[in-house]
């Protein structure tokens, strides 16, 4: 399971066969992201993105994503999905996908949004789902290792 946490992220689930299960925007309650994570306990292992607060970025705005990131660690410890944090440039890093120097956000998320659907031709990516497909397909290498 790779996550991308935050109001415009999202959440995929990949199969032990590497197909794509479930990749979703990030469900917009709690009782949703509860539904979602919990029908995955068992052999699920999770990889979050770790961020921090962004330049600019209000205080308000930090908070709630903080509690969201924090409801995500919870959801997945409820379930018993042990989980991993991973931060951008590692997971980046790790799929041979260059920084975002001299890049705008839209041409990086562009950016990852191509290769995510370069690895998964048949699943529809969008810019909320790009990065947890990403993700997924990190931590499925990782779990390879």
């Known amino acids: 399971m790779g996550i991308d946490p935050g109001q415009a992220g999202g959440i995929t689930v990949l199969s032990d066969t590497f197909d794509v299960l479930e990749s979703v925007p990030m469900p917009a309650t709690l ?12 052999d699920t292992v999770a990889w979050l993105e770790k961020v921090g607060a962004m330049p600019g970025q209000g205080v308000a705005s930090t908070f709630k994503f ?8 919870m959801a997945l410890t409820a379930a018993g999905i042990p989980f991993f944090d991973v931060t951008p440039q ?3 890093k ?16 562009n950016r990852m ?13 969008t810019l909320k789902n790009a990065d947890s497909i990403l993700i997924a397909f990190y931590g499925f290498q990782t779990k390879l290792l």
């Open 94 to 109: 790790a799929l041979g996908l260059l920084s975002r120097k001299g890049e705008s956000k839209t041409e990086h998320k």
């Open 31 to 42: 009782q949703d992201l509860w539904e979602l994570i919990s029908k995955y306990r068992g």
């Open 113 to 125: 949004k191509g290769a995510a659907q370069q690895y998964f031709p048949g699943v529809k990516v």
């Open 90 to 92: 590692r997971w980046q």
């Open 66 to 73: 903080g509690v969201g990131y924090g409801q995500l660690q």
